[in-house]
């Protein structure tokens, strides 16, 4: 089933020591986006790839950052950890065309500890 | 500045009784609006957007621009309904790309 995956599903990792998240589709879609979602809040936009192209939020940590070798793959490093960056992590795809965007599919999301 | 509400965080029914699940927004101009449903130990996924104006599994949702709101109701639950949906916006889509901005998410319970 054409899909989008993520790993691990839970990872946990240090104060201050950098963490990569990871996310893989097979859907062919040009658009990967990476979301957190802190508990009990809303999934919250981090960035976005549009092919090739990487778009930042505005109040996206610098902290943050992401990379994008293929179509397939995308990536989310978190430089150096803290305490408020536990949460979940949702990957998702969609194809966008110049006339408009699709539907997004999300992946099951990785669940990070910092401790 | 872009918001979507969710009052309730968590709605307790009983099967064959209707519900609906509150939704308001704030944007200026002209957003999309949708409802995306998590089941348990399941991905997040679409159940329905304003644009298409279809019935999926029971549930419809009706953009309401005056009220800035966009309810989701099903007249009679099922157990399988039980989930936690979230209602989403976006700009026009017409860049390629789909800014969400999500509620913090309801989550219903269907009793037997």
């Known amino acids: 089933d054409a899909m989008v995956i993520q790993n691990p599903r839970y990872q946990v990792t240090q104060f201050g020591k950098p963490v990569t998240l990871s996310c893989s589709q097979t859907?062919?879609?040009?658009?990967m986006y990476w979301y957190q979602q802190k508990s009990s809040q809303a999934p919250k936009l981090l960035f976005h790839?549009?092919?090739?192209?990487?778009?930042n939020e505005a109040d996206t940590p610098d902290n943050f950052q992401s990379r994008r070798p293929n179509t397939s793959f995308c990536f989310l490093d978190i430089r150096s950890p803290g305490l408020g960056d536990a949460a979940m992590y949702l990957c998702?795809?969609?194809?966008?065309?110049?006339?408009?965007?699709?539907?997004?599919?999300f992946g099951p999301g990785t669940r990070l500890t910092v401790t | 500045a872009q918001r979507v509400t969710q009052p309730e965080k968590l709605l307790s029914v009983f099967k064959g009784a209707p519900v609906e699940l509150k939704c308001n927004y704030s944007?200026?101009?002209?957003?999309?609006l949708f409802w995306y449903v998590q089941y348990s130990r399941q991905r997040l996924q679409l159940l329905l957007r304003?644009?298409s104006r279809e019935s999926i599994k029971g549930f419809t949702a009706d953009l309401n621009k005056g009220e800035t709101s966009f309810h989701l109701k099903k007249p009679f639950a099922q157990e399988e309904d039980s989930a936690m949906y979230y209602c989403?916006?976006?700009?026009?889509?017409?860049?390629?790309?789909?800014?969400?901005?999500f509620g913090t998410g309801t989550r219903l319970l269907v009793s037997p």
């Open positions: 998702a795809t969609s194809r966008g065309t110049e006339l408009g965007s699709y539907e997004q599919y």
């Open positions: 859907l062919n879609h040009n658009v």
């Open positions: 790839y549009y092919d090739k192209d990487f778009n």
């Open positions: 944007y200026s101009g002209s957003p999309e």
């Open positions: 304003h644009i």
């Open positions: 989403a916006l976006s700009g026009p889509s017409n860049t390629g790309f789909q800014k969400l901005v």
